[in-house]
């Protein structure tokens, strides 16, 4: 086996394991593995700032793991299992969420992400921004009964707030869609008390965009706003997707991110919240600004071009394609299919 087919098997067994346990110490030890895991592939590309990246990534994570392993052994002492129960201990519960919240780069410990990604690859950033929150998050809807609540909803609306303030400035897409990691991340969590299936099936949504728009920045090798001006003379065909994409993550009816948003919007206010729903609401208007703001970049900016640099692209990228395709239909046009994703979540 090559050293690769290692990083990723072992990359993707973590979060399997953690997925699949009820024991806490096998529940760590799957989260210590992908943390160990994906720095090799953050540090793919030898330079200065990806090894800052790993650096950084490296120190919060196990600051994280540290005080969540902190949390098993406080409910071990306190229940006298290894295995997962509801305690009623506040403090217990208090730390272990800390913990959590620290690994799944929410507000206020979110710096991190954005730095991290930068000085990483685009598919290292797709694979931090997506697979990298499922096991954290896995246990956090199996502990969302006894977390409490004002710090969680605290942290959401953190969470919501700066993804879209810290997007506002930013002119490289790896910041741009760490800091909306950020507030989609928030959005999952301010319903998480509520109904823990809500945030599975916002999750799910969220991959789905996330991973198609990554596809299509990687096939483009697209880094900055800069590039996406150029992309109607490069790749033309690609600037209907990065467009629909990303107004489907700004969450636009009648495309896929809607349904998420208009859900939770929905849970929330079925349990006589009205003000965290309105608030969320006009937070995300932030995040939609900077998404219409790539859009204008990628759309309205034309640059003239020949038809023979459009059919040298078709012919170098058409073996790229084949996985784009269904990945952006399911981005935009899954609406109709809601119901589905709700029970499957």
Do not use: C, D
């Not at 790993?54 to 071990?76: D, W």
């Not at 900016?301 to 012919?315: R, V």
Request: hydrophobic fraction near 50%.
């Amino acid at each position: 086996m090559t050293p690769t087919t290692v990083i990723y098997t072992t990359l993707i067994l973590g979060t399997l394991i953690t997925l699949i346990s009820s024991h806490w110490l096998l529940m760590w030890m799957g989260l210590e593995m992908s943390m160990l895991s994906i720095i090799p592939i953050l540090m793919s590309k030898s330079n200065p700032r990806s090894t800052e990246a790993a650096t950084k990534y490296f120190l919060t994570q196990a600051t994280a793991s540290m005080i969540f392993l902190l949390s098993i052994i406080m409910t071990m002492m306190h229940s006298g299992q290894w295995s997962i129960l509801h305690t009623n201990n506040q403090i217990v519960s208090l730390i272990l969420t800390l913990a959590l919240i620290m690994k799944l780069g929410l507000a206020p410990f979110h710096f991190w992400v954005p730095e991290v990604t930068q000085g990483s690859s685009l598919i290292a950033g797709m694979i931090l921004l997506t697979w990298q929150k499922i096991a954290p998050l896995s246990i956090l809807i199996q502990i969302s009964p006894v977390i409490n609540q004002t710090m969680i909803i605290s942290s959401a609306l953190l969470s919501t707030l700066l993804g879209g303030w810290g997007g506002l400035n930013q002119t490289q897409l790896r910041k741009i869609l760490a800091y909306s990691s950020i507030a989609h991340m928030g959005w999952m969590l301010v319903v998480m008390n509520f109904n823990p299936s809500i945030s599975l099936f916002n999750l799910m949504i969220y991959i789905i965009m996330t991973i198609s728009l990554f596809a299509t920045l990687h096939m483009n090798n697209n880094l900055s706003t800069l590039s996406l001006s150029n992309v109607w003379s490069t790749a033309p065909p690609t600037i209907i997707i990065i467009l629909l994409t990303l107004l489907s993550m700004g969450g636009l009816p009648p495309l896929t991110g809607f349904s998420p948003k208009w859900i939770i919007i929905q849970e929330l206010v079925k349990n006589n919240n009205i003000v965290i729903p309105t608030l969320m609401t006009i937070m995300a208007l932030l995040n939609l600004y900077f998404y219409v703001r790539l859009t204008y970049s990628t759309t309205l900016t034309l640059f003239p071009s020949t038809n023979n640099t459009k059919i040298k692209w078709y012919f170098n990228n058409s073996k790229k394609m084949i996985i784009i395709p269904p990945l952006v239909t399911l981005s935009i046009m899954s609406l109709p299919l809601t119901p589905l994703f709700i029970s499957l979540s």
